[in-house]
């Protein structure tokens, strides 16, 4: 059974920094692509970032551009999200997702990919 769980959600204030971390587990990811989204309440899942399976391709929202940064290991089938300098319109709930996007178009959709995970809270306060 495929699981991917995210992790290092919280309350955090504006200014601050968290790191969010997804393992995956229950299949081989060779080769895959994995990636963040976020949702807020009562908006539509969106992109912030995705990475390639060599981590030499990496894109991001342009709303966290400078800010976050997304890293994997391969060997720990993990991938995380740095994110710094974080503002209230970054709260959401956050995604981590894998899957084998065979463009860039289909990397920053969430169409590209095939698993996901539940979902950590991040809060930030003004």
């Known amino acids: 059974q495929v699981q991917l769980v995210e992790s290092g959600g919280g309350l955090v204030q504006a200014g601050g920094s968290l790191r969010l971390s997804c393992a995956a587990s229950?299949?081989?990811?060779?080769?895959?692509?994995m990636g963040w989204f976020r949702q807020a309440p009562g908006k539509e899942r969106d992109f912030v970032a995705t990475?390639?399976?060599?981590?030499?391709?990496?894109y991001y929202a342009d709303s966290v551009k400078g800010r976050f940064t997304i890293s994997r290991e391969n060997a720990k089938n993990t991938v995380s999200l740095q994110m710094n300098s974080l503002k209230p319109e970054d709260t959401a709930v956050y995604y981590c997702?894998?899957?084998?996007?065979?463009?860039?178009?289909?990397?920053?959709?969430?169409?590209?990919?095939?698993?996901w995970g539940q979902g950590t809270q991040v809060t930030v306060s003004s």
């Open positions: 997702a894998a899957g084998y996007p065979v463009t860039t178009l289909r990397a920053i959709s969430a169409r590209g990919y095939t698993y």
């Open positions: 229950g299949r081989t990811f060779t080769g895959s692509t």
């Open positions: 990475i390639g399976w060599s981590s030499d391709s990496t």
